[in-house]
């Protein structure tokens, strides 16, 4: 026998909202199969246990009497039913069709039902075609690890560290990972799921997935202790904070890194047209090399030795203190603000602006413009081959000058002394001392073929209304 049911059209309703009861819904007529039937029908879908999904159906057929209206209210302690009288629904105004009208009045009746039975209902849905799958739930990890330990990451999405929380965690000896959004493949299953791999005698964990949605973020909490090595293909970005470690080291192609309040004594940076952003400060070590379009910028650096190079894009920091600091670029412009001790600037076509110098600093271009402000100093040497230099001092500086170029201009506020002045070849070289004679120490040399060198009086104070405005 054919099911009476199986040329009925389809469409959603929405589900009935409610965590701990399970409501359904049963209309259906009194009438005789071959007398033609208009009838209702809720189906449940039951998932997981944690997150149970509930979807519903209606069905429509052809016309009849009006339908007998039946609520069923399923808890832990068993059913109760509610009925409604079918003479409180009308019948189709013609056989043969179904009617909506008394569809929707029939769904009217079954909310009340439903409220009368403790439930809450929800409005009819229109079904508008099939809709996809919608994203996996989230998927979490929970790892027992030693507080010092090396995390290992191999993924082609975003990926967030941070620490763990302290008062939740006291013996920072878990490691969490949690894994949201993306597209789920065939069945609403992930089309690759994330593997995370736990190897005690190492001390390692590691993260890996291959083909993963780039949509999908990756969470992960570790001891603030932990040594990173984060690499992310394609768009992925990844975002660290406050973390405390030997070693970090994060390698991104077009993704973003950013970075806040890391203190490590290793930081290697490697990205191939992202962007590296710094907050708070980066303490260690640092070696950052961005490519292409990539570019740096970062509030706060502190360590022995820092390196950083780009290629076409900026560089630039607010605060760099360093013994030994090396920064370069091809064509991007190096913008530093307060530098502190032996710093080294190098672009082709960009241009170098340093808003206070303090301490031993060499900056080199060929196209591009020089403009720097001398706090206090050691030495002091700036070159261009065609772009103009700007020397800024204090009134008060004590030091040795050389300035060359197309055109030496001194602004009348500074007063040097012995001064020497030579001409050949439509270039201008003018020496003296500013303030004292010994110019072994400390002495400032600017040096441009083709473009022209200020030097100007500026105070410690207009350096910094300059730097806020």
Not at 461 to 466: D, E, G, R, Y
Request: hydrophobic fraction near 30%; glycine fraction near 10%.
């Amino acid at each position: 026998m054919s099911d009476p049911h199986s040329n009925h059209r389809s469409h959603n309703v929405s589900k009935l909202a409610n965590s701990n009861v399970h409501t359904q819904i049963i209309a259906e007529s009194k009438q005789a199969r071959g007398q033609g039937c208009s009838s209702f029908r809720a189906l449940q879908n039951y998932g997981s246990q944690e997150a149970p999904r509930r979807s519903y159906r209606l069905f429509t057929g052809r016309a009849g009497a009006a339908p007998r209206v039946q609520l069923r209210h399923v808890t832990g302690r068993g059913v109760t039913a509610a009925r409604l009288p079918g003479a409180a629904l009308s019948r189709p105004s013609r056989p043969g069709r179904s009617d909506p009208a008394a569809a929707m009045r029939a769904l009217r009746w079954a909310a009340l039902a439903v409220r009368a039975a403790g439930g809450r209902w929800a409005p009819p849905v229109p079904r508008r075609g099939r809709s996809g799958p919608g994203p996996p739930p989230p998927r979490e990890w929970a790892l027992s690890v030693s507080p010092r330990g090396r995390l290992r990451v191999r993924l082609p999405c975003q990926v967030s560290i941070r620490p763990l929380d302290p008062q939740r965690c006291p013996g920072a000896d878990r490691l969490l990972v949690a894994v949201s959004g993306g597209s789920p493949g065939r069945g609403g299953r992930e089309r690759q799921p994330v593997r995370v791999e736990h190897d005690e005698a190492l001390g390692q964990v590691a993260i890996v997935a291959d083909g993963l949605d780039s949509k999908t973020a990756v969470d992960v909490r570790t001891p603030v202790k932990f040594d990173l090595d984060i690499k992310t293909s394609g768009t992925g970005c990844v975002k660290i904070q406050k973390i405390v470690c030997d070693s970090c080291k994060i390698e991104t192609e077009k993704g973003t890194s950013v970075l806040q309040s890391i203190k490590s004594h290793k930081i290697d940076i490697r990205t191939n047209g992202g962007k590296v952003i710094g907050l708070g400060t980066l303490y260690g070590n640092t070696d950052i090399c961005a490519t292409e379009k990539g570019s740096v910028n970062i509030e706060k650096l502190q360590g022995t030795t820092i390196n950083i190079s780009t290629e076409d894009g900026l560089l630039k920091t607010k605060y760099l203190y360093a013994e030994s600091a090396s920064l370069s670029s091809e064509s991007g412009d190096i913008m530093l603000g307060s530098v502190h001790g032996n710093t080294n600037l190098q672009t082709k076509t960009g241009s170098i602006t340093v808003d206070s110098s303090d301490g031993s600093l060499k900056a080199s271009t060929y196209h591009g413009t020089i403009d720097v402000y001398v706090s206090q100093l050691r030495k002091v040497d700036l070159k261009s081959q065609k772009g103009s230099i700007t020397v800024k001092v204090p009134a008060s500086l004590k030091a040795y000058l050389e300035l060359s170029g197309r055109k030496v201009d001194v602004s009348s506020e500074i007063q040097l002394k012995e001064t020497q002045s030579a001409s050949k070849d439509d270039h201008v070289t003018l020496s003296g001392h500013m303030n004292q004679r010994d110019e072994t120490d400390k002495w400032i040399k600017a040096d441009t073929q083709n473009g022209k060198v200020c030097l100007k009086s500026q105070s410690w104070i207009q350096s910094v209304k300059l730097k806020s405005s």
